[in-house]
């Protein structure tokens, strides 16, 4: 009898081939045939290697949609994010899709705008689709509200860490990114660091502060002009810091800069004022945005914070978590510096 991956009906149409198909010519009943396709015990060798057997012949194609629901599971996860715009979350989504891609798992992506109504909408519209957990990723830093304990599928929050010590969440370790940088600059024989901090009104501003000033303690040296200087994430804040801080230590000979934007303008400053980068003065930018960093002249040293891999990170703790075997607490991700030419010149 010749096999096909079609069975042929009674009426003369095709169907797709189905497990009752794979049993009847196996000679077993439908639940051997699924028993040794899914590889259970309790089949003889020579019964589940004629199962399987015939399963190619036929191409069999287990159903997708049948095996989640045989599972519990539908194969679907929801990703909600409070800012879609923003620099940090679409790096983590891009994480999260692709380890949820290999693992053939769709993503729901929602957008909450930075709206608690607008977040709880998104949450019951995906609940009502039953998916299997939710990755609720930030766009700041500081802990954020709980969706609560109650939900009927895990949670993992990334980069803004949830408030309740029972939550898994994923953040960065910018204190210790801070501290690569500075370390960075002491290795390359600075002695005369300065840093030009961001907002101060986000908490990552305040971390990173703290990890710079911990590693010059460490070195042994002190903060350039003897103070940090606070300002925006921007690039004419950059340029401002740059001339306060150039006209109060003109013998600075290197700045760590709390953001790319910041450190582009410091870059120009420095440029104008006549300064050699990196041979007079070093810099060093935090996040790595290449669209800065690459584009910037010279090309911007900076601290990377493997956004991408905090969301990968996050899609495995989330299986994790659909398993039962999350652990709850905070988990921090190391950054790391990405050398370029404006620390060290690129031969």
Not at 151 to 172: A, G, K, N, R
Request: hydrophobic fraction near 40%; proline fraction near 4%; charge should be neutral.
């Amino acid at each position: 009898m010749k096999l096909r991956s079609e069975a042929t009906v009674a009426n003369g149409s095709s169907r797709a081939t189905t497990l009752t198909d794979v049993a009847r010519l196996a000679g077993v009943s439908v639940a051997t045939a699924s028993k040794a396709l899914n590889g259970r015990a309790g089949v003889r060798t020579e019964t589940r290697e004629r199962v399987v057997d015939v399963a190619k012949r036929l191409a069999f194609q287990p159903n997708a949609l049948a095996k989640s629901l045989l599972a519990g599971r539908t194969g679907t996860v929801g990703l909600l994010t409070s800012d879609m715009e923003g620099r940090f979350s679409l790096p983590i989504m891009m994480g999260v899709e692709d380890a949820f891609g290999a693992a053939r798992t769709s993503v729901f992506l929602c957008d909450a705008r930075g709206d608690s109504i607008r977040e709880q909408h998104h949450v019951d519209a995906l609940l009502s689709r039953r998916v299997d957990g939710l990755i609720v990723v930030g766009s700041r830093t500081e802990p954020r509200p709980s969706l609560g304990r109650g939900l009927p599928v895990p949670v993992v929050y990334v980069y803004s860490p949830s408030d309740h010590p029972d939550d898994m969440s994923l953040v960065i370790d910018n204190v210790a990114g801070a501290s690569l940088a500075i370390q960075h600059l002491v290795t390359g024989g600075r002695k005369r660091i300065a840093h030009i901090a961001g907002d101060p009104g986000y908490q990552a501003t305040h971390d990173r502060a703290r990890g710079a000033e911990a590693a010059l303690d460490a070195a042994g040296l002190s903060l350039a002009c003897g103070r940090i200087h606070y300002g925006s994430w921007t690039e004419a804040w950059g340029r401002g810091a740059t001339r306060m801080l150039l006209a109060d230590e003109p013998a600075v000979d290197a700045i760590f800069c709390g953001s790319d934007q910041i450190a582009r303008g410091c870059l120009e400053v420095l440029r104008d004022q006549g300064r050699e980068i990196p041979d007079d003065v070093a810099v060093i930018g935090f996040d790595n945005w290449e669209v800065l960093t690459v584009n910037a002249r010279p090309e911007l040293t900076s601290v990377d914070m493997r956004l991408e891999e905090l969301g990968r990170r996050a899609a495995q703790r989330l299986y994790e978590a659909i398993d039962e075997r999350m652990t709850p607490g905070v988990e921090m991700l190391h950054c790391q510096i990405v050398q370029r030419g404006s620390t060290i010149p690129l031969n």
